[in-house]
């Protein structure tokens, strides 16, 4: 069976330049998380979806980041525009049930520099 | 607020050598308790868990008992390989709050051959 599909694996663009992550969760999970992990900060969780709906974005450094999932089988992080600071690798994972089973399945990860 | 603290790294041992990562825990309810790995280069994937107190999770060798008295989550293995290299998260989440899982910051294990 095929995991959590992230792409692209490794960006590397220039400050002020839009940047778009991609997340394909496994078929029939009905929770997607965007999670960040950096050095300083360890793994924080930025935003995440029940049913394709947003429930909790409160995590979302700033306006410049964005989420979408516009179906189940699809979501969208968006930076606009990149800076240095948000160079890090992030994350997708998908869930049955979210915290009733505390399994997330994690994709290999974006490794996003930016210069 | 909820949070999980763990120790800090690296931790390096030699093989064969007895491991115990702490974690302790701040709840306000009854959580769940995890412990994630992450190898080189991948995701994390889940480890063990433990849902209730003085529940014990275990795979691969891997042992952590949930102990409520304590709040903690130790992760002990008898006897460690090269292959278990890695940095590992304890992680908690709390039914009938919300969905999040939160995960401590990480301790990097070195196995040295």
């Known amino acids: 069976d095929a995991g959590v599909i992230q792409s692209p694996r490794h960006e590397v663009t220039e400050m002020g330049q839009e940047v778009t992550l991609r997340c394909k969760p496994i078929s029939g999970h009905d929770y997607l998380f965007w999670y960040r992990q950096t050095m300083m900060r360890g793994l924080e969780l930025l935003i995440y979806f029940n049913n394709n709906v947003p429930i909790d974005d409160s995590g979302m450094p700033e306006d410049r980041f964005s989420a979408k999932m516009p179906n189940a089988s699809f979501s969208t992080l968006k930076i606009q525009p990149s800076e240095p600071r948000d160079s890090a690798v992030y994350f997708c994972a998908s869930s049955w049930g979210g915290r009733y089973t505390g399994e997330l399945f994690f994709g290999e990860g974006s490794r996003l520099t930016v210069l | 607020g909820n949070s999980v603290t763990q120790m800090e790294g690296p931790v390096t041992l030699s093989e064969e050598a007895f491991l115990t990562i702490n974690c302790t825990y701040t709840?306000?309810?009854?959580?769940?308790l995890f412990w994630y790995v992450q190898y080189p280069g991948e995701g994390l994937q889940l480890l063990l868990k433990a849902t209730k107190a003085d529940d014990k999770g275990s795979n691969k060798g891997f042992e952590a008992t949930y102990r409520k008295e304590t709040t903690s989550f130790h992760l002990e293995k008898g006897s460690v390989q090269v292959s278990d290299s890695a940095v590992y998260f304890c992680a908690l989440s709390e039914m009938n709050r919300d969905d999040k899982i939160i995960f401590g910051k990480g301790t990097r294990l070195h196995i040295l051959p």
């Open positions: 709840a306000t309810g009854y959580p769940s």
